[in-house]
């Protein structure tokens, strides 16, 4: 009997002895927590149900969203001018015939894929102008004096040995202005005193005065030619005011003053002039002389 109890004694020291006995112990407890849940002293189940569900709610923050939302570009709508360009503001090539009436001014807005045109009906305008431009606003020069000097990647520069008159795309303008200027002995202005933030665009130039001088013909030409009859002017409130020959919009100017002067200018003569508007410069109105004949 001793014997047998020593060895029972010894077998609970052994590994074997010590898993069967913790098997035992858990199977006792997980009993036991069974007899309490049922009696309904503690909710096992429910607290794995919350346990789950604070484990799997997603915090704000966790993750980034995979999906990407396009703005729609805004819609750019681009209004020009119906006919031909206005002075220094384009080349030759954008020159374009025009519908407009006696009576109207047309006008277009371009969007993306479509070209709009509208002719707005307007007043006839004032037609006739004053037998002098005043006030005048002409530089005299020396003609003989003319000369055109390269100035490398800012262009050709005209002058007269005294001040820079003009500057030049390239040498083939060059020497179109330096043939128009030495034809004449000033060189004459209408609007240089306007505000405007295109202020270029508000400038008409024109030249005077016969210098008898020799010069090479001007080549090749870009003139516009119009019925100086049909030319008249027209207030367009804040916009200024514009001349016109009924078919294009010729120029447009700051006030009515200037746009009177303008109206002089445009009588006299019947085509409308320029030199370099082929440029690509950022600046282009810069390069760009214009005369009338």
């Known amino acids: 009997m001793s014997q047998a109890s020593d060895e029972a004694r010894s077998f609970w020291k052994t590994v074997p002895g010590v898993l069967a006995a913790i098997t035992g112990l858990m199977t006792a407890l997980t009993g036991l927590i069974a007899?309490?849940?049922a009696v309904g002293i503690v909710n096992v189940g429910d607290r794995e149900v919350q346990a789950e569900l604070a484990?799997?709610?997603e915090q704000p923050g966790d993750r980034q969203?995979?999906?990407?939302t396009i703005r729609p570009e805004p819609t750019t709508?681009?209004?020009g001018?119906?006919?031909r360009t206005t002075?220094?503001?384009?080349?030759?090539?954008?020159?374009?015939?025009?519908?407009?009436?006696?009576s109207s001014v047309t006008s277009s807005t371009t969007t993306s894929s479509t070209t709009v045109t509208t002719v707005k009906p307007g007043p006839t305008g004032q037609t006739s102008g004053t037998t002098v431009i005043s006030p005048e606003?002409?530089?005299?020069?020396?003609?003989?004096?003319l000369q055109i000097v390269n100035e490398g990647a800012a262009g050709w520069l005209l002058t007269d040995g005294s001040s820079r008159m003009l500057i030049l795309d390239n040498e083939s303008d060059a020497k179109s202005a330096l043939a128009l200027a030495k034809a004449h002995t000033k060189q004459c202005f209408i609007g240089r005193n306007n505000q405007r933030p295109d202020r270029k665009t508000y400038i008409v130039e024109y030249w005077e005065g016969t210098s008898g001088l020799a010069a090479a013909p001007i080549s090749p030409?870009?003139?516009?030619?119009?019925?100086p009859a049909n030319v008249r002017i027209i207030d367009e409130g804040a916009t200024g005011w514009l001349l016109t020959d009924g078919v294009s919009r010729m120029l447009v100017l700051d006030n009515q003053t200037d746009a009177g002067n303008a109206l002089t200018l445009a009588k006299r003569h019947r085509a409308h002039c320029f030199i370099g508007r082929s440029n690509q410069r950022a600046d282009r109105a810069s390069y760009i002389v214009e005369y009338w004949t």
């Open 87 to 102: 002075g220094r503001s384009g080349p030759p090539a954008s020159v374009a015939p025009s519908t407009a009436t006696s």
């Open 77 to 79: 709508i681009t209004t």
């Open 221 to 227: 030409q870009d003139c516009l030619p119009y019925d």
């Open 55 to 57: 484990t799997s709610k």
């Open 137 to 145: 606003d002409c530089i005299p020069y020396r003609s003989a004096n």
């Open 35 to 37: 007899t309490l849940d």
């Open 65 to 68: 969203a995979t999906s990407t």
């Open 81 to 83: 001018r119906a006919t």
